[in-house]
């Protein structure tokens, strides 16, 4: 038989499925006749970024006719600052997505194992298969937390990568610190650990893994954090990473030149410099949790505390059931199906009246419900 170009495309991307972000605003408003659709499915900040952006866009003095500086030396200068870090410690990418996959472009070969959590962020499964690499999922625990015993035990000769999502997407669970450390101490140092801590600015917990303490301390652990959640500049597509040098050279190596755009750069750069915003943020999400969880008390509905700005609630009803009885009703999760959790939903916390609205559709969403197809028997 003859073969096609497309017969010659690489067998680990032949069957990957294309990441489903979600259905636009536009398109649900049209395909629903609604006027208003409040999106609660991406955990974007609903309070937006710093009115600082505005001012530096209307100000900014950068032609867009030249290249992005490279480097990102301004916004690594301020980052280093920040962090009282040297700046040979930070990398910047186009979002912390691309973050992952120069990782895996880095360690992965074909066959080649990567650890992570089940559930947790889908980016990592899509990465690690694109490569060619194996992914070994770990269940989390009963308590929803990862199980670290059990991925310090699932290292293998062939383990590369180990990410270890904290606050976990989609459970908001974040790991304790002791624990953090006892398995940092235990994985081998020529396995990369990884923490995503996109959501890391949300935390309240005392007891969370900070990390930046310990990156002198372990050359194979890598921080990942974002612009896109709390900055509320996730369209303008900035992460960086934290951690060994080398590591960082190696990742700069193999990444486009311009990965950063121009107007990205100095978004990021004035955003970071409004910690003021970034707090103001914090404080409205916690309110809005406390709302919610009272909210869904009072519906005697299970959920999982969170330490992000998102969280996982047990409906009792199929998740893409609930999915489209919200959409017609104007609100748009995200089904906790693609996680593998069946009757779950993760709702972003929203403005007051986001989430007042999300309250009311979903109570009347279950005082509708009887149809025989909306349960779920899985316990997932
Ligand atoms: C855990 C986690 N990591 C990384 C990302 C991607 O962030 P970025 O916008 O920086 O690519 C997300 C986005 O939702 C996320 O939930």
Avoid at 41 to 46: A, Y
Avoid at 345 to 352: D, K, M
């Amino acid at each position: 038989m003859v073969k096609t170009l497309f017969d010659r495309v690489k067998n680990s991307v032949k069957d990957l499925k294309k990441y489903q972000p979600g259905k636009g605003l536009e398109d649900i408003k049209d395909e629903y006749e609604l006027d208003n659709v409040i999106k609660m499915s991406s955990n974007e900040n609903p309070w937006s970024h710093s009115r600082k952006i505005k001012n530096m866009i209307h100000k900014s003095k950068k032609g867009f006719n030249k290249y992005p500086d490279s480097d990102c030396s301004c916004l690594k200068k301020a980052l280093a600052n920040f962090y009282n870090l040297s700046r040979d410690k930070i990398f910047i990418g186009n979002g912390s997505d691309e973050i992952i996959d120069l990782i895996m472009s880095l360690f992965v070969e074909e066959g080649e194992e990567v650890i992570y959590a089940d559930p947790t962020f889908i980016k990592y499964r899509l990465a690690v298969k694109s490569r060619g690499g194996k992914s070994v999922k770990v269940p989390l625990t009963e308590d929803h937390v990862h199980n670290l015993d059990k991925m310090a035990a699932a290292v293998t000769e062939k383990t590369k990568v180990i990410f270890i999502c904290d606050p976990n997407n989609p459970t908001g669970t974040t790991t304790n610190k002791r624990q953090v450390e006892e398995f940092i101490d235990k994985v081998p140092s020529d396995v990369l650990i990884v923490i995503d801590q996109a959501y890391y600015e949300y935390v309240t917990d005392p007891n969370y893994f900070d990390g930046l303490e310990y990156l002198n301390k372990y050359p194979n652990l890598i921080l990942l954090r974002t612009f896109s959640k709390i900055y509320g500049l996730a369209g303008l597509r900035v992460g960086y990473g934290l951690g060994n040098s080398k590591i960082i050279d190696l990742l700069n190596r193999i990444r486009s030149p311009f990965n950063v755009n121009t107007l990205a750069q100095e978004a990021a750069e004035a955003a970071l410099s409004d910690q003021n915003h970034v707090q103001k943020c914090k404080k409205k999400n916690k309110e809005g949790k406390t709302f919610l969880y009272q909210a869904l008390e009072d519906l005697l509905l299970e959920y999982i505390p969170t330490q992000g700005n998102f969280i996982l609630i047990n409906t009792g009803i199929k998740a893409d059931v609930i999915f489209h009885k919200l959409l017609s009703r104007g609100i748009i999760i995200r089904p906790g199906n693609i996680f593998g959790l069946s009757n779950w939903i993760r709702v972003t916390i929203g403005r007051e009246y986001d989430n007042k609205k999300f309250i009311s559709a979903l109570e009347n969403v279950l005082l509708t419900r009887g149809e025989k197809n909306d349960y779920c028997n899985e316990n997932t």
